[in-house]
């Protein structure tokens, strides 16, 4: 089933305010390829890009091979997708996008043309 979710871009953008629930403070983790992100559009230089990334707080699974078979692993955190979807212009405003994956919780973040976070919103993927 695919969600829609609307991110009010004022929350992130104008006001760089981070909001979470129960004084969680979110932690941004930056991921690398060998080559960078192959599925990422070309940087524009005067716009930033606002990212959707789904995740799950804890994932348990249940090892049935390998070194740690038979042993039940817990996860935290688990990224479950991201995605582009949209280009920050400076100014606020709403971006409805559809979520295509499963997902506990969402994070949209915000990032400068040099990388910088400018903005960060995380919450939960089941009140949307």
Same mark, same amino acid.
């Given at each position: 089933?695919?969600?829609? $979710?609307?991110?009010? %871009? ?10 979470? %629930? ?10 690398f390829? !060998?080559?960078?992100? !192959?599925? $990422? ?9 606002? &990212? ?7 994932h348990? !699974?249940?090892? +049935?091979r390998? =070194?740690?078979?038979?042993?039940? &692993?817990? /996860? ?7 995605? +582009?979807? %949209?280009?920050?212009?400076? +100014?606020? !405003?709403?971006? =409805?996008?559809?979520? /295509?994956?499963? $997902?506990?919780?969402?994070?949209a ?18 009140? &949307?």
């Amino acid at each position: 089933m695919i969600k829609t $979710c609307a991110v009010l %871009a004022s929350i992130c953008f104008g006001l760089g305010i981070v909001s979470a %629930a129960g004084g969680e403070r979110p932690t941004v983790v930056e991921l690398f390829t !060998s080559e960078g992100c !192959s599925s $990422c559009p070309p940087a524009d230089p005067v716009s930033g890009a606002v &990212l959707l990334i789904g995740f799950d707080r804890r994932h348990v !699974s249940a090892v +049935q091979r390998g =070194e740690n078979s038979g042993r039940t &692993l817990a /996860h935290v955190d688990v990224v479950r997708g991201i995605e +582009q979807v %949209a280009q920050f212009r400076g +100014q606020a !405003s709403v971006i =409805e996008v559809p979520i /295509h994956w499963s $997902c506990d919780r969402l994070a949209a973040i915000v990032q400068a043309p040099d990388g910088a976070i400018l903005g960060v919103a995380v919450g939960d993927a089941k009140s &949307l």
